[in-house]
């Protein structure tokens, strides 16, 4: 018998402020970099300390962009700023083993923008490097780290929900069509399973794990990437997860978690701060949450590398919240949909 709460429990937010510094090294300084930086440099004490590109003069307009000291004229040379304690891997998806593995051969700390690497065979040579080095290293999951997430977890850890059933998630955006830009270029690992649909994916292995059983249909775009994909991931217990994503259309960007006692619903752009509604199953009752942090959008970015700053300080090497056989198990999912849809790409034919 479960009683539904009559409160909830207050968040435990990540503290952004007070706690151990990193001098963050920023490898590639396109569009999620600049988010990046500016959310660490508004909301925490983390600093970024030099940034790398290819072009010498896209580092120096970044670096003046953002205040950033030191310019690096190659990525070899930003790893091995002995000024830098951690790199932050901010290039198209082809490029993050090869660079992850770059900055912990140098001895670096890294944190990997998502996904950690095109398929999950290449994310476990990224494990495997970073344990023999014994440096930390994370993939730039950053919802796992946002307030509403610490709070669901503890929602699920303290059975609120009862069992789960039903997770169910979406995350469509209207990309325009460039054969050459990263989402719809195989050769840098595009596709909407890579790009976004990864989160929705990685939201229901938070809350069922890894799926024994993954069925996918879709469709592919011109350059043979995926367009769109709806996943539906089977567990043992019978539960299932309803998935979908698609670069071709703006979709509700919604998730809920279905349980025997109550149902999680997130607001739209679940992955980002936003709030949710809690449901009693067999009642009306209901819970709201709202993020009123004031941190809105790519700001949430903020959160994960204040938590990146705690784990290294605490001695860990990777995350406890987002441990690297997460990130490989998200990446097995996303190997075995691509696989079913014929994606073509890099390394993208490790389908089970
Ligand atoms: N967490 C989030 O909310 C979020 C949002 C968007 C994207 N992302 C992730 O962030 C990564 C980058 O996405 P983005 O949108 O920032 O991409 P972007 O604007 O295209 O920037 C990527 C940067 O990578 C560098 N680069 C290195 N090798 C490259 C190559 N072969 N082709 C093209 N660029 C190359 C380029 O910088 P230089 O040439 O100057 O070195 C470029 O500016 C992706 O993994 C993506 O999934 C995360």
Known sequence: MSLFPTTLPPAEAIPLRGGPVLRWGVLAPG??????VWALHQHTDQRVHAVASRAPERASRFAAAYGIPRVHESYEQL???PQVDIVYVASPHSEHKRQALLAIAAGKHVLVE???ALSASEARDIARAAHAAGV???EALWSRFLPQTLLIEQLLREGVLGDVQLVMADFGGRFDFDPEGRVFNPALGGGALLDIGIYP???AHFALGAPPRVHATGSLTQTGVDA??????SYATGAQALLHTTVLAETPQEAVIAGTHARLQLDSRFFAPSGFTLKAARSDQRLRWTDTSGIHGSEGLAYQAAAVARHIAEGHTESP???LERSIAVLETIDAARGQLGASGRDGGSAR
């Open 31 to 36: 569009r999620i970099a600049g988010g990046f």
């Open 79 to 81: 790893v091995a700023d």
């Open 114 to 116: 998502k996904p950690l």
């Open 136 to 138: 930390f290293a994370m």
């Open 201 to 203: 994916i990685w939201f």
């Open 228 to 233: 769109q994909a709806a996943l539906v991931l």
């Open 321 to 323: 919240l987002h441990p």
